[in-house]
């Protein structure tokens, strides 16, 4: 089996550095993670792509859409997604999980630290932002679902996770 490359293991470090636990995927350059958001837990993916210098990570949490949902869920994602300016929302269909994925390439063959911490950062904000809407579509009835505002229920600040540090702002 051939070592890790010396990409996958600055991300290891940067992990490191910031205390959060992964587990190398043996024979891949691939770091798996679990992080607790304020809706959801979130199963995350960091995979460096050697021959291009890049690095993607992949937050997903479940979300069963059945095919009375599945047109409504897609539309939240897209009108999500057309506010975004790093990464993207998709939803994996065959294992009914809602992803957000960013990639980023590097110059150097070690990755920027701070870069690697930004890059989970929004992957597992985003990922949670997006987890009480998505829920939300899930979870309405069928019958009601052409009564549902995707637009108006993405403007709802009262699912949004609070911001670290925005407490303390609070008069």
Known sequence: MRPPSLQIESVQDAFGRNSWHCEPVEGKDVLRAVFSGHHTRIELIAQAYTPMNALAVIGEMPLPLDDDHLQAGLELLARAN???????????????????????????????????????????????????????????????????????????????????????DMP
């Open 82 to 168: 057309k506010s975004l300016n790093l990464g993207g929302f998709e939803y994996d269909i065959d294992r009914e999980r809602l992803v957000f994925r960013i990639t980023n390439i590097f110059e150097k063959e070690k990755y920027d630290p701070d870069i690697v911490t930004s890059m989970v950062h929004c992957a597992v904000a985003e990922l949670d932002r997006l987890a009480p809407y998505a829920t939300t579509v899930a979870g309405t009835p069928a019958d009601l679902l052409h009564d549902l505002d995707l637009q108006l229920l993405l403007m709802r600040e009262d699912l949004i996770p609070p911001v670290p540090g925005d407490e303390d």
